[in-house]
């Protein structure tokens, strides 16, 4: 159990009447705790949000050390504040950690400080239909030295940021551009985590898809470039011929917990789920023959988002005529009535912050 000091400001924020643009205001309070070498993570706190301040030589200006998450808390019909699979953030962190040579976080003093920061800034949690807090959980290595070695101090932060609904206007199709030249990572690489450097190498990529119309990236894998990975920061699913099919986790894509959500609903519904690979040459294929049903991305800040066309080199699919399909509307009926509270959650994966 973490001993958790806790600061409230005197001075609290105006809270936004409608959230206009993601992550740009932050609630009042944030926790933070060290972590020096030979004592371990300290000092664990919450203080009124502040900026901090690190000397040049931080290591993490240099060489990158970072760990980030990313979760919400959700406001119920019953005024409730509920989280989601909260325990397997803490896991996937440790996952970062370990792969980045950070110290691990325990998990349990993982959970305790988001949910105690949540708890502390609980009404910053919106009221309106589909919006929710964004919580991001982070580490940054801090050890001031050039030489480069795995860091002997760092930072965990946890700050928060009120989120509206992802889809103002319903579930709108999002058009995704296949990326042929630029790769986003390897096997042996960091793809399998949650890492700045991985977001760094995205967006030469984003910045092409957009200039061409589409909104999002599609990578394929980093050495034959013939097998899909997934979307910017979303696993992605197909529904072809009836079955579900998402890449199988290789080393070099996300473990998302929408993913796994997604894969252990459909199966308790009694679907087909395949965890392959799956090639552009085949996803093709299924677009000409009629066979690729529904096409959608999983991710904590959209749940699900429908694609309506994917496009690779001279090859433009388009699925769904521009509607969501029926397995993405059920999926994202469910996970949201249960993440707000509005269903009945056999799976399990709910908790109340109180
Ligand atoms: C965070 C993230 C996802 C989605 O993971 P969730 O746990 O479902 O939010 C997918 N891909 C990448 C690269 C990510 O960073």
Redesign the pocket.
């Known amino acids: 159990m973490l001993d958790i000091k806790i600061t409230k400001t005197d001075d609290p924020g105006i809270k936004p009447e409608k959230i206009e643009s993601f992550g740009r205001i932050f609630t009042d309070h944030m926790f933070i705790m060290e972590y020096d070498e030979g004592i371990g993570w300290h000092d664990p706190r919450i203080e009124p949000y502040h900026p901090i301040s690190l000397d040049p030589s931080a290591m993490i200006f240099h060489y990158g050390q970072s760990m980030?998450?990313?979760?919400k808390a959700y406001r119920g019909e019953d005024d409730k504040i509920y989280m989601f699979r909260l325990e397997?953030?803490a896991e996937?962190a440790n996952i970062t950690n370990d792969r980045l040579c950070i110290p691990r976080i325990p998990e349990e003093d993982f959970i305790q400080a988001v949910e105690a920061v949540v708890n502390v800034d609980r009404d910053w949690v919106p009221k309106e239909e589909g919006t929710s807090l964004y919580v991001r959980p982070f580490v940054i290595a801090t050890e001031e030295a050039l030489g480069v070695h795995a860091s002997a101090r760092y930072l965990f932060m946890v700050i928060m940021s009120p989120s509206g609904a992802y889809y103002a206007s319903g579930l709108k199709p999002v058009d995704i551009w296949i990326e042929d030249d630029y790769v986003?990572a390897v096997r042996g690489g960091m793809?399998f985590t949650?890492t700045g450097g991985?977001?760094a190498a995205?967006l030469a990529a984003q910045e092409k898809a957009y200039k061409a119309g589409y909104s999002q990236v599609l990578w394929l894998d980093g050495v034959e470039r013939k097998y899909i990975e997934?979307?910017?920061?979303?696993?992605i699913f197909f529904k072809i011929d009836g079955k579900i099919v998402t890449p199988m986790l290789n080393g070099s894509?996300?473990?998302?917990?929408?993913?796994?959500?997604t894969i252990e609903l459909c199966k308790s519904w009694g679907m087909d789920v395949e965890e392959r690979k799956i090639s552009v040459e085949e996803l093709i294929e299924a677009a000409k023959s009629g066979k690729l049903e529904e096409c959608f991305?999983?991710?904590?800040?959209a749940v699900i988002s429908p694609v309506g066309k994917l496009r690779f080199e001279d090859d433009v699919m388009e699925i769904g005529g521009g509607e969501i399909g029926p397995v993405s509307q059920k999926l994202y009926d469910t996970i949201t009535g249960i993440q707000y509270g509005r269903l009945p959650d056999p799976m399990g994966w709910r908790i109340e912050i109180k």
């Open positions: 980030f998450e990313g979760c397997r953030n996937r986003r793809g949650k991985n977001y995205s997934e979307v910017g920061a979303m696993n894509i996300l473990s998302g917990i929408t993913r796994n959500s991305g999983t991710g904590t800040a």
